[in-house]
């Protein structure tokens, strides 16, 4: 009974599942899906067959066929993996399940009408990475096991729905749509209205997603299209900020191959939202934080295009291999940064995230285990070991090749890479035989082994050498000095080099002279939180009590981690004051985060109190 993935029940030798058809009944009042599940395996299997759940109840399970019930068991809840659905099979290669999600499920949040843009409708989205889809319906919640889908959504009809798929039709409910769900009111209601969706292509449970509320759209390309709350501001600045996405696209198909996903949609989600951007197939899910009104948010936009190769196309066999899915990202994103937007804006990505990788790997100088690129995660919940760690030590190692063997042989190496692997699920070792037989002798030439396997940065990491950089870096250090950056030094500065900057102000300053430059350049009234965050974070370290107002209100009004992370981590490192103040606002701002996010906050409240 070999497992295949740490955090899944999935067992390597029960065959996989081939689809998934989904009705789901969204009951907006009791924030509760109502749904079923028809299942068809690769193969027909007898015996116990195991299925990921967290949250669910399972009403039954039967055989489409015979309409005879299947015998099962649910475990007790383990605290990271959820319940084991097992059932036993005779010889099936598909079955029905007959179940609803709770009101705790982990992907899922229900937001009541104030907490939207627009304050008239309640709005429910997915976030499913990394190992929330079960809590969403049962699955071999694995990124080893990739399925296709149907879904029929079964919403209010002044709601309107997307996901991470073909959207087939909207239409009236019929009855055969149901399956059997057991739904409050009936599925034909009135004033109930159908989404339906089809996935052709295989994917893994993680990336299944969607979201339901009062949606508008505008058209910025070809195979692109905004979606967010149906408020004209909230769209017209959208479209704006994403009007360059053809022209990223297109490049990402020069550099890394076909563009494998038909159409690439964005869909603008509320505050709460816990990621910069999750990269849902088809449908890409943004913070609005990232919509900053000088094309700037585009560049998380380019993360997540880089997904649909690497990490969508080819994707990493379980979250001990993350850095195959974010190391490679993170490399694909900066070149296509680098040839949109030009190498200064790439060099600063690189520089930021310089800076990044050395404070996770600080953060992590307990547990070592978690600054190597292929890491061992057993009893380990990948939400608590989040960390820019895969991003940035990934993207070093795979631009220390680059070097070692010039970016040329390595694009071609890129796209012989993307080609042979498409469409499958992979491990480290997988990858490094590949580079080792397509790039003859580069273990003698790089330490592969001390890369993926050892602590820290390596040795020949290399730290960003670019003009802007150094200049950056520089001013930062002088102001231990006193030396401020004057105002024509800074005119063309965006948040990147505010942040780079912020980020590298030597240690210990006094208080007062972060006062003074906010005082001079409003830093912590800054609309783009990038800037805000990194001011705020140094103004708690300093002890700063009279930026606390602001502090609380960016805790309140937004819930993506990146922001939530250094502020509360701050916070909790500080005094008995700060501590408690700390405890206070996430009691008041907890139910406006996503589960997700309320997670990450507990653990760094419960690590530090």
């Not at 195991?50 to 489409?64: A, E, N």
């Not at 007790?76 to 010889?91: M, R, V």
């Not at 589960?595 to 653990?603: C, F, K, S, T, Y």
Request: charged share 25%; proline share 6%.
């Amino acid at each position: 009974m070999a497992a295949v993935d740490p955090h899944s029940f999935t067992e390597a030798s029960q065959p996989r599942t081939k689809h998934v058809s989904l009705s789901l009944y969204l009951d907006f009042s009791s924030s509760t899906i109502h749904a079923s599940g028809l299942f068809l395996l690769e193969r027909p299997h007898q015996g116990p067959f195991s299925l990921d759940t967290r949250s669910l109840t399972i009403h039954g399970v039967i055989d489409p066929t015979s309409r005879a019930s299947l015998p099962f068991t649910l475990s007790s809840p383990d605290p990271i993996k959820g319940s084991k659905l097992s059932i036993t099979l005779s010889d099936h290669s598909s079955f029905l399940i007959t179940y609803s999600t709770s009101p705790s499920s982990s992907a899922l949040q229900w937001l009541l009408p104030p907490q939207t843009f627009a304050k008239s409708h309640p709005f429910a989205y997915t976030q499913c990475q990394a190992i929330h889809a079960r809590s969403v319906f049962p699955c071999q919640d694995t990124p080893a096991v990739r399925i296709r889908y149907s879904a029929r959504l079964n919403i209010p009809s002044e709601l309107s729905a997307v996901m991470a798929a073909r959207h087939v039709q909207r239409r009236s409910p019929k009855k055969d749509d149901a399956l059997d769900v057991a739904t409050p009111s009936p599925w034909c209601a009135e004033g109930r209205v159908v989404e339906e969706f089809e996935m052709e292509q295989s994917v893994p449970p993680y990336l299944f997603a969607f979201a339901v509320g009062a949606l508008g759209n505008r058209e910025v390309g070809p195979r692109t299209r905004v979606y967010a709350e149906d408020v004209a501001s909230v769209l017209d600045s959208a479209a704006a900020e994403f009007a360059g996405t053809e022209e990223m696209v297109r490049e990402g198909e020069r550099l890394f191959g076909p563009y494998e996903w038909e159409r690439f949609d964005l869909l603008v989600l509320p505050p709460s939202f816990p990621y910069g951007g999750m990269e849902n197939p088809r449908m890409v899910f943004l913070t609005p934080t990232v919509v900053k009104g000088d094309g700037t948010g585009a560049q998380v936009v380019a993360h997540e295009l880089a997904h649909s190769w690497t990490g969508n196309l080819i994707t990493n066999k379980n979250n001990e291999h993350f850095w195959l899915n974010e190391g490679f990202t993170t490399y694909a994103e900066r070149r296509i940064v680098e040839a949109v937007q030009g190498e200064q804006i790439a060099a600063l990505n690189i520089g930021i995230g310089w800076r990044g990788l050395i404070g996770d790997v600080e953060r992590f100088e307990d547990n070592l285990e978690f600054t190597k690129l292929k890491n061992n995660q057993e009893g380990i919940d990948p939400d608590d070991v989040y960390s820019q760690v895969p991003y940035e030590k990934g993207f070093q190692f795979l631009w220390r090749i680059e070097r070692q063997v010039g970016r040329p042989a390595f694009d071609e190496f890129l796209k012989k890479y993307i080609a042979t692997f498409k469409f499958q699920s992979i491990d480290t070792e997988t990858f490094l035989d590949f580079l080792k037989a397509n790039i003859p002798g580069i273990e003698n030439q790089i330490d592969l082994v001390l890369w993926t396997e050892g602590t820290g940065i390596p040795p020949d990491a290399y730290e960003p050498d670019s003009t802007i950089y150094k200049q950056i870096v520089s001013l930062a250090n002088e102001f231990i000095n006193g030396r401020m950056p004057r105002e024509d030094e800074v005119a063309d500065w965006q948040s990147q080099e505010w942040e780079l900057y912020l980020e590298n102000l030597p240690e210990p300053i006094e208080a007062s002279q972060l006062v003074d430059l906010d005082s001079r350049y409003k830093l912590s009234e800054s609309k783009d939180y990038e800037i805000k965050v990194a001011f705020l974070k140094r103004a708690i370290s300093y002890g700063c009590k009279s930026y606390y107002n602001e502090v609380e209100k960016t805790l309140k009004e937004v819930g993506r981690g990146k922001y939530l992370r250094p502020l509360y981590t701050a916070l909790v490192s500080g005094n008995e004051d700060d501590k408690v103040f700390a405890k206070t606002v996430f009691s008041e701002a907890r139910e406006g985060y996503h589960p997700i996010a309320q997670g990450v906050v507990e653990a760094i409240l419960s690590k530090n109190l």
